[in-house]
């Protein structure tokens, strides 16, 4: 295979829109909160067990989160749990018309 063989696609910065999903924008932002969950449990080095004891949110919430499985999550709820981890949560909205 040559280079001239592969097609180069820019994304458009959110792989749910990039596929087609009709609710792609707060499928990235529970995305984004889910991941700095996870980066705060890194950084603290705790496991899903030490989170639950820290602040009260089920170890099986954690798990779920490091799992990306957020069907259960709302943007609030993760929001939430970023707070009992010390953390502040600042949010941007834009508003524009539907492409």
Known sequence: MSDDDIELVHGSG???????R???DLLQAKALLAAE???VLDSR???TRQAEDA?????A???RVRGARLERFTLDR?????GKLGQEVELSV???PAA
Do not use: E, K, P
């Open 14 to 20: 959110n792989v749910f829109r990039d596929f087609g």
């Open 22 to 24: 009709a609710d792609a």
């Open 37 to 39: 969950i996870a980066r």
């Open 45 to 47: 080095g705790w496991t």
């Open 55 to 59: 602040t009260g949110v089920s170890h």
């Open 61 to 63: 919430d954690f798990s």
């Open 78 to 82: 993760l929001m939430g749990i970023l």
């Open 94 to 96: 834009s508003v524009r």
